[in-house]
């Protein structure tokens, strides 16, 4: 695999639209298309805002190690790890309502898609893709198209 990711890193160094594809939902109100350079919030109360946000080539670059050292592509698409109750194992503790994550990625003829949820938790992405959902909210969050934009209306209880 580390192989294919290096050929195809050159590749992707020129133009990373056609080998690298990548779309993010935060599970609450941000997502991100590379295939059509859009982030985009739902702001609940009055119209969705979107920008314009491209990937750039050593942004790309800065992801597929992490990629790779995750494992993506092997990785089971349900990312969701149940609660136990400590006193009675047999118990699953459920949050609701209880956002839902997804994160897309292809690279050359390599894909796959994950998704989780908050799991009761206050910082619910997996550990087995911890680091690569931080480098990518990294990219997005500090984005001038994106820091612009008001922050949503959205509630969720």
Same mark, same amino acid.
């Given at each position: 695999? @580390?192989?294919?990711?290096?050929?195809?890193?050159?590749?992707?160094?020129?133009?990373?639209?056609?080998?690298?594809?990548?779309?993010?939902?935060?599970?609450?109100?941000?997502?991100?298309?590379?295939?059509?350079?859009?982030?985009?919030?739902?702001?609940?109360?009055?119209?969705?805002?979107?920008?314009?946000?491209?990937?750039?080539?050593?942004?790309?670059?800065?992801?597929?190690?992490?990629?790779?050292?995750?494992?993506?592509?092997?990785?089971?698409?349900?990312?969701?790890?149940?609660?136990?109750?400590?006193?009675?194992?047999?118990?699953?503790?459920?949050?609701?309502?209880?956002?839902?994550?997804?994160?897309?990625?292809?690279?050359?003829?390599?894909?796959? @898609?994950?998704?989780?949820?908050?799991?009761?938790?206050?910082?619910?992405?997996? @550990?087995?893709?911890?680091?690569?959902?931080?480098?990518? @909210?990294?990219?997005?969050y500090e984005r001038k198209e994106v820091k612009s934009m008001a922050a949503s209306d959205c509630r969720f209880m």
């Amino acid at each position: 695999m @580390k192989t294919m990711i290096f050929l195809l890193s050159a590749m992707i160094s020129s133009v990373h639209a056609q080998y690298f594809q990548l779309a993010f939902d935060n599970g609450h109100v941000d997502s991100f298309d590379s295939r059509h350079d859009l982030f985009m919030r739902e702001m609940c109360d009055v119209a969705d805002q979107w920008a314009s946000v491209k990937l750039e080539s050593h942004e790309v670059q800065s992801l597929l190690p992490l990629i790779d050292d995750v494992d993506f592509f092997n990785l089971p698409a349900d990312q969701v790890k149940l609660k136990k109750l400590k006193s009675d194992p047999n118990i699953t503790v459920t949050c609701s309502p209880c956002a839902q994550y997804q994160l897309q990625i292809k690279v050359g003829e390599k894909s796959n @898609k994950v998704f989780w949820n908050c799991g009761c938790s206050i910082s619910p992405t997996p @550990k087995s893709i911890k680091p690569l959902v931080a480098r990518l @909210k990294e990219i997005l969050y500090e984005r001038k198209e994106v820091k612009s934009m008001a922050a949503s209306d959205c509630r969720f209880m």
